[in-house]
Every structure is written in C-alpha cells, then in structure tokens.
T-cell receptor, first 117, second 117 residues
Framework: AQKVTQAQTEISVVEKEDVTLDCVYETRDTTYYLFWYKQPPSGELVFLIRRNSFDEQNEISGRYSWNFQKSTSSFNFTITASQVVDSAVYFCALSEAGNFGNEKLTFGTGTRLTIIP | EAGVAQSPRYKIIEKRQSVAFWCNPISGHATLYWYQQILGQGPKLLIQFQNNGVVDDSQLPKDRFSAERLKGVDSTLKIQPAKLEDSAVYLC???????????????FGPGTRLTVT
C-alpha cells in the first residue's frame, strides 16, 4: 500500500482559476509531519509547508492554503487565483520515524499542474 | 546563502559503464541525503549521512551503488556497473538538523539526470 497517495497525476486549469491538489497518507505513528514540495522545470524541490500531526489548523499563505484532516488522513493544497508561474510538479510527503533512529521522508508520486494562460 | 550544488547536471553512459555524481551541501548542514527519482515518480531515499557516518542505506543497491561523505561535507555517489533501470534523476539534499528530527526541512539540489543506453 502506498504511504502517500496523490491520485491526480496531471491537472490543467486556466489562469486565475482555483485548483486543489489532493494528498492522502497512511501511517501507524501518532507523531509525524506532512510536507508539500514544488518541483519546477529546473528540477530542485522547493519546500512549501510543513504540518505536524497534532496541529490540524488550516494554514493560508498568500494564494496558497492547506487543509489537514486527520479523520480522513488527508493534507490537501489549494492554490487560489492560479498563475502561470504555479506550473510545476507538486509532491506531498510524509516524515515519520525510520528504522535507524532517523527521519524517513516518503514522497507521493506527484501531481503535474499546468496553468494555461 | 548558496544552495545545494550538484554536478554534472546531465550524464549519458552505456550500460555496464561506471558513473559518479558529486554533491556539495549547504554550509553547516550536518545531514545529507541522496535520492533517486525515476520519471513519473517521487524521490526515493538511497542513503542518508549524518556528518561523515551512514545513518540509513537500506534502500541502496549495494552490489552496484556506493556513496561516501569524506570529512562530513561533500559527497559522491557512484554506480558501477550501470544498468538500464538506473536511468533517473539523482537528487542530493541536505538539512540543518540531526537525524531523527521529523520536522527537519530538506533543501534539494537541481539533480543529475542520468541516461543509461
């Protein structure tokens, strides 16, 4: 079973539309963190947000907002009034304790977002 | 602050040849990671270092892959001999925290795109 599922492989929306990227995770741990990263065409992953398992407050940062719901094991990401610069691949990731005393970051398969001008 | 540097950016080799990738993390970052990202998938951890010691190499194919981080700064990842299925982007990341910190944000380099023919 996938630990992090991003069911939407590709999404295309017209500029200025709102778009939501879905993320569902699976873990038995009570303490964990969830992340969203953006991968533009240049290749490097860029950190967007982190959320810990005890904080279900939604967060808004400019045009970006995140909805964390433990009851459904989801951590969805919404872009409001999308712009062409938002075009990228977006990854959801789960950080939990690894087998070697380390943190283990597991990524989903990503959602490719294309904003059409 | 300079980001994570990687070289080369692109490499094309024939199967059974060897190849090496280099990574220079952000100054002062103790933890260094190598990830393999196959086209259409999320990054998968190959190996994690804390300073110059290996923390987790459980997913590193040790019959052909090796990595080292001498002096706890730069790191090299080597593949010998390469197989067709090794075609992927190899990402290096670093973080300021120590291993086991679930909240630690990782900073990624631009990656090396390897094509094995």
């Amino acid at each position: 079973a996938q630990k992090v599922t991003q069911a939407q492989t590709e999404i295309s929306v017209v500029e200025k539309e709102d778009v939501t990227l879905d993320c569902v995770y699976e873990t038995r741990d009570t303490t964990y963190y969830l992340f969203w990263y953006k991968q533009p065409p240049s290749g490097e992953l860029v950190f967007l947000i982190r959320r810990n398992s005890f904080d279900e407050q939604n967060e808004i940062s400019g045009r970006y907002s995140w909805n964390f719901q433990k009851s459904t094991s989801s951590f969805n990401f919404t872009i409001t009034a999308s712009q062409v610069v938002d075009s990228a691949v977006y990854f959801c990731a789960l950080s939990e304790a690894g087998n070697f005393g380390n943190e283990k970051l597991t990524f989903g398969t990503g959602t490719r977002l294309t904003i059409i001008p | 602050e300079a980001g994570v540097a990687q070289s080369p950016r692109y490499k094309i080799i024939e199967k059974r040849q060897s190849v090496a990738f280099w990574c220079n993390p952000i100054s002062g970052h103790a933890t260094l990671y190598w990830y393999q990202q196959i086209l259409g998938q999320g990054p998968k951890l190959l190996i994690q270092f804390q300073n110059n010691g290996v923390v987790d190499d459980s997913q590193l194919p040790k019959d052909r892959f090796s990595a080292e981080r001498l002096k706890g700064v730069d790191s090299t990842l080597k593949i010998q001999p390469a197989k067709l299925e090794d075609s992927a982007v190899y990402l290096c990341a670093s973080s300021a925290g120590t291993s086991g910190d679930l909240r630690d944000e990782q900073y990624f380099g631009p990656g090396t795109r390897l094509t094995v023919t």
